[in-house]
């Protein structure tokens, strides 16, 4: 809570037009997201589509950076994977350093769970329901991880981001101007 606290007092701290740029911030951080980014500004005064807006854009961005990064990672591996498949099929060198593949047994719990989850709702699925679990950033990152699309990841965590960002905005301040 502590970072929360930080984030609405850096809100109340700087001129209204920075306001946006920090509430952004906020969203690019996992567990606070594009959700708790928009409270916070809602709650600091800022307007709550502009609020709500900011937090979109922040928590969005750093979904797509790390997909894209997730993605290059796991192209490179595999890319990786297939010159030793080939040197080691024609017979080269023999000094091929071989790292033992992970096997379910060696699979975290979340692992599992997200795969359960992926195999039955697929990426809409995930990506619509994740946030009640984890952050969309590690959402992403697994399907990215996974050799899902990297436009397909994006289009979902986007219409994830926006839906359930609108939904607490809405809820937030409708709450903040009932009272006032």
Same mark, same amino acid.
């Given at each position: 809570?502590? $970072?929360?606290?930080?984030?609405?007092?850096?809100?109340?701290?700087? @001129? =209204?037009?920075?306001?946006?740029?920090?509430?952004?911030?906020?969203?690019?951080?996992? &567990?606070?997201?594009?959700?708790?980014?928009?409270?916070?500004?809602?709650?600091?005064?800022?307007?709550?589509?502009?609020?709500?807006?900011?937090?979109?854009?922040?928590?969005?961005?750093?979904?797509?950076?790390?997909? $894209?990064?997730?993605?290059?990672?796991?192209?490179?591996?595999?890319?990786?994977?297939?010159?030793?498949?080939?040197?080691?099929?024609?017979?080269?060198?023999?000094?091929? =350093?071989?790292? @033992?593949?992970? =096997?379910?047994?060696?699979?975290?719990?979340?692992?599992?769970?997200?795969?359960?989850? &992926?195999?039955?709702?697929?990426? @809409?699925?995930?990506?619509?329901?994740? @946030?009640?679990?984890?952050?969309?950033?590690?959402?992403?990152?697994? $399907?990215?991880?996974?050799?899902?699309?990297?436009?397909?990841?994006? $289009?979902?965590?986007?219409?994830?981001?926006?839906?359930?960002?609108?939904?607490?905005?809405?809820?937030?301040?409708?709450?903040?101007?009932?009272?006032?």
């Amino acid at each position: 809570m502590n $970072l929360i606290e930080t984030f609405q007092n850096l809100v109340a701290q700087v @001129p =209204d037009l920075v306001q946006p740029l920090i509430i952004a911030l906020a969203g690019a951080i996992p &567990f606070i997201e594009g959700e708790g980014a928009a409270s916070i500004g809602i709650i600091g005064g800022i307007p709550p589509v502009i609020a709500a807006i900011a937090a979109m854009i922040g928590n969005f961005v750093c979904v797509a950076i790390l997909v $894209l990064a997730s993605s290059g990672a796991r192209q490179a591996i595999v890319n990786r994977s297939r010159s030793r498949e080939s040197v080691v099929a024609g017979g080269g060198a023999t000094s091929v =350093d071989e790292t @033992p593949s992970m =096997d379910a047994g060696h699979r975290s719990a979340r692992n599992e769970k997200f795969q359960r989850a &992926f195999e039955r709702y697929g990426v @809409p699925g995930v990506s619509l329901l994740g @946030p009640l679990l984890l952050p969309t950033h590690f959402t992403a990152t697994m $399907l990215a991880a996974a050799g899902i699309g990297k436009a397909r990841i994006l $289009l979902w965590q986007a219409v994830a981001i926006v839906g359930w960002t609108t939904v607490v905005a809405v809820i937030v301040g409708s709450a903040i101007y009932a009272v006032t």
